[in-house]
């Protein structure tokens, strides 16, 4: 029999814990909101593929048991095909992995029987998505889905290095000492960037985000004015900075206060996109390495609905229940 809920649980997340304590989850998840199925990932692309059918299926609710990444595939297979004529399930998302860094934009609890809670009251939230093109190895352009952030220069250098160390040290201090690595091995990207259009930079540039949520690498404030329901990107520009001072200013990343330093600043806007004027660069969504520069990436307004806590709907001012 068809259950209304089915779970997305990917067992490799979290170091491996998720899987681990996969019958644990599962009695927690149905001791609160009754059976359920599980579809579990056993290779990547299964979850867009779990997704796609859940919508094809006609769920009503589709729960994440994984991270940020597993939250990129899934939003990929529930947007990916426009054929599909049922309604999106509504996301559920479970604190199982490691980053937890778009969870941090709704405010959503780290505890599981809490978020759990915020699932079964049945509030729920329209929140953006974004569509990114970027160069494939093949030299093809590719169309890929984001929901947290598109992003090169230092995030994709730092993501290439961290995930040999969250496994050992924890995410959070993973990130941390993947980002100081990747500060002391930096060369500036050579770039122009546009937004809605407009030219707004060209020369040489650290990083270069555009935004959707607050958050990334475990906890970095990169963007701090992003919303997840406005229908636009928040871009930040970090142009190109000595080792030195990358270093010194690495802890305003994580308060978020980095915005003060000359060499930054934000943007609004619908349409970003980075076109490289020197060596390639690496793309990266949702702390996925998916190709190379240019990227164009564009906002997708409303495009999902997520499970929140009842208070962040009275402070956005909007949501269903």
Known sequence: ?????????????????????????????????GPVDC?????????????????????????????DGTLNEVASGLLADDSIAAPSPR?????LGSGWDFARSL?????????????????ARRIDAGRAVVRAPDGATRG???????SAGLSG??????????????????????????????????????????????GPLSLVVAANGRCFGAGMRVAPQARVDDGRLELVLVRGLSVPSLLANLPSLFA???????????????????????RAMFADLDGESVGTLPLRAEVLPGALEVFVPAA??????????
Do not use: Q, W
Not at 11 to 24: D, E, I, L
Not at 41 to 57: K, N, Q
Not at 144 to 150: D, T
Not at 258 to 275: C, D, K, L, N, Q
């Open 107 to 123: 405010d959503l609890p780290r505890r599981l029987d809490a978020s759990l809670d915020v699932i079964a009251d049945g509030v």
């Open 312 to 321: 962040t709907i009275d402070a956005s001012g909007g949501g269903t229940s």
């Open 91 to 95: 996301l559920g998302l479970l604190p």
């Open 256 to 278: 978020g206060t980095h915005g003060r330093h000359p060499a930054v600043s934000f943007h609004s806007a619908r349409t970003v996109s980075i076109e490289p004027k020197g």
């Open 157 to 202: 250098d730092t993501i290439r290095i961290v995930g040999r160390l969250a496994k050992r040290v924890g995410a959070r201090a993973g990130f941390a000492l993947g980002a100081v690595a990747a500060i002391l091995g930096h060369r500036p990207l050579d770039a122009a960037v546009e937004a809605d259009g407009v030219r707004l930079y060209e």
């Open 39 to 67: 579809a579990v990932t056993r290779a990547p692309g299964d979850a867009a593929r779990i997704a796609a059918e859940a919508r094809r299926l006609g769920r009503a609710r589709l729960l994440v048991a994984g991270g």
């Open 144 to 150: 890929r889905y984001f929901v947290n952030e598109a």
């Open 1 to 33: 029999m068809k259950r209304d809920t089915v779970v997305c649980l990917n067992p490799a997340s979290a170091a491996g814990r998720t899987g681990r304590r996969r019958r644990a989850i599962l009695e927690a998840i149905e001791s609160k909101l």
